[in-house]
């Protein structure tokens, strides 16, 4: 229960909550101008500070943290188990929850600042997370917090009032399922689990991605194709290996593989040559042979007869010197190439001796540079080694990844069909649960409107399904009075169980575009809820949409309102000033 909400400065209005009903109105003066809203009296405020309070974050929590309250801090006093809280937090200072009273001695490990006892944020939420909703120290991952719950009970700011289901637009569907399991009497358990194999399914589909990228994904295929490399590289892997042990190392292995360079090169300058000399050999033995053949006088004779050219004694005496001449040239020639070719045939001759030495020469070497390697070469051939020695481990690396994806889907395929059960018999064992929760949703809705909305509750693979079906549900006046049907519904449980924390906030915002009458029946369903079932309904309203039945009679509610805010003068909002 709620007992109030205060400042430690005489401008802030405090609050004192009462059981029932609870209004906080905020009045637009006569006085005012039309430029004069109501957006900053405090209305919101209200629910910021409960929330400040009670672990809310401080940068996010508070729309009114500005230079203005420099020095303030709020206190909100708490009825819990018959036991009393009082809680203060300093807006300079947000880190810190003094605790000035605890009857029911809640807090044991304090701190202390100047004589103050004061506990943390996580301590804060914590306890009062086990107080409030019973929710154990030890809870596994995906389980509801006192926050998440909370803010069920105190919806903030606009966004909060979009879904029954939500307190924000794009909250996590693990924590809608389970926050409303949880708070509606059902197996929260079960939405926790079912989230932690969706995190499982996620985590083996990022690997099966991972190792179709990076340094694995030349190695694609299924696990056959895999263990086929693999082999193949052990094999690789393992001749190398043989080739390494075996392998020797001259010191002079680069000497000696430069001079075989140098004798091969020399064989080939030899050869080379040889090949030069022979065609010079060959054209001097043609040479000799041609010039064997005498040139006939007696036929140069003839043909000077046939073109009646008779030679003068005289001229055939010169032919005959000529013919001399010739043959003693063709002699001295013939001596002169038979000597070039004797010079021609001993080089080639001497050459190949030379040939055959030095090719026996680089036979001995050969034989060296065969049984044994350079330094060079043994490196490359470690350096291969190496690499495929990695290519090796990391193919097995991805095989046992793959083994484990497939033994995890298999092991999740079989959690998720055994938790499906469980869920199915849980489903079924709570029927009456859910008719209960279905026949109060439906009453509310009854009150406001000829016909009853439906509150669907369902299960699905994907988890818990909440739903609400009503007549004219797109109107967004009626969504606000699922939103409020709903939050009643979660309240009287939570009454019934002695779990929540016994109060029902709601800002203006429930009653935006909402029909008169609407209000009146909410407003009335409202107080009769929790005056039934021993809770409070703190609900925020602007005056002029207040019905006029609420303003007198029997359904009046002026007794209920418990502040009055108005927007003129600045003193008569909340914090005593506008910001």
């Known amino acids: 229960m709620l007992k109030s909400v205060k400042a430690n400065n005489s401008k802030f209005k405090p609050v004192i909550f009462k059981k029932g009903l609870n209004v906080i109105i905020a009045e637009k003066s006569h006085k005012s101008s039309d430029e ?21 974050e401080a940068k996010k929590g508070l729309s009114f943290n500005k230079k203005e309250l420099a020095g303030w801090s709020f206190t909100i006093d708490l009825e819990i188990n018959e036991k009393n809280l009082s809680i203060c937090r300093e807006i300079s200072d947000a880190s810190k929850f003094y605790i000035l009273e605890d009857s029911g001695q809640i807090f044991s490990n304090f701190k202390e600042d100047n004589g103050k006892k004061y506990v943390s944020e996580k301590q804060i939420n914590t306890a009062l997370g086990e107080l409030i909703y019973n929710i154990p120290k030890s809870s596994q991952k995906y389980s509801p917090s006192f926050r998440m719950l909370f803010s069920y009970s105190a919806r903030k700011g606009i966004e909060a009032y979009s879904s029954p289901f939500k307190y924000f637009p794009n909250q996590q569907p693990w924590q809608i399922q389970v926050c409303n399991t949880y708070l509606m009497g059902l197996s929260s358990e079960y939405a926790s689990e079912l989230q932690t194999i969706k995190d499982e399914k996620k985590i083996l589909k990022e690997l099966k991605k991972s190792l179709q990228s990076g340094i694995l994904s030349r190695f694609i295929g299924d696990l056959g194709e895999l263990e086929s490399i693999k082999i193949n590289l052990m094999t690789e892997v393992n001749n190398l290996d043989n080739q390494i042990n075996t392998f020797k190392v001259h010191p002079q292995y680069e000497e000696i593989e430069t001079r075989v360079n140098e004798l091969t090169k020399n064989i080939h300058d030899l050869s080379n040559k040889n090949v030069t000399d022979r065609l010079l050999l060959s054209n001097y033995s043609d040479a000799i042979k041609l010039e064997k053949k005498n040139i006939n006088i007696s036929d140069i004779e003839t043909m000077y007869e046939e073109v009646n050219i008779i030679f003068p004694d005289l001229i055939k005496k010169r032919i005959s010197d000529i013919k001399n001449f010739h043959s003693s040239v063709v002699k001295n020639r013939n001596l002169y190439l038979r000597d070039e070719i004797k010079i021609l045939e001993k080089s080639i001759l001497e050459r190949n001796v030379r040939i055959k030495e030095i090719t026996e020469e680089r036979a001995k070497y ?59 018999r849980d489903y079924e064992e709570r029927q009456l649960q859910r008719d209960k929760l279905i026949n109060i949703f439906s009453q509310n809705t009854r009150s406001l409107y000829e016909k009853p909305g439906q509150l669907v509750l369902n299960y699905k ?57 609407q209000i009146l029946k909410a407003i009335q369903l409202a107080k009769n809820k929790s005056l039934e079932h021993n809770f409070q309904y703190i609900c925020c309203m602007n005056s002029d949409k207040m019905p006029e039945g609420l303003k007198s009679g029997d359904s009046s509610i002026l007794q209920d309102i418990v502040l009055e805010l108005k927007d003129y003068p600045e003193e008569a909002g909340l914090f005593g000033f506008r910001f």
């Open 461 to 517: 693979e994907s988890g818990y399904d909440f739903n609400i079906e009503i007549e004219r549900s797109s109107s967004s006046g009626i969504k606000f009075m699922e939103i409020l049907c709903y939050d009643l519904l979660i309240a009287e449980v939570n009454s019934e169980n002695k779990s929540g924390p016994m109060f029902l906030i709601h800002d203006s915002t429930i009653f935006a575009d909402v029909d008169e009458r």
């Open 366 to 424: 050969f034989t060296i540079l065969k049984n044994h390697g350079a330094l060079a070469e043994y490196n490359s051939l470690s350096e291969r080694f190496v690499m495929k020695k990695n290519e090796l481990e990391e193919i097995k690396s991805k095989i046992n990844d793959l083994k484990k994806i497939k033994h995890g889907e298999s092991e999740i395929r079989i959690r998720q069909e055994q938790l499906n059960l469980k869920i199915g």
């Open 36 to 56: 004069d809203t109501r957006n900053g009296v405090g209305k919101t405020s209200i629910i910021e500070i409960i929330h400040f309070c009670l672990g809310g």
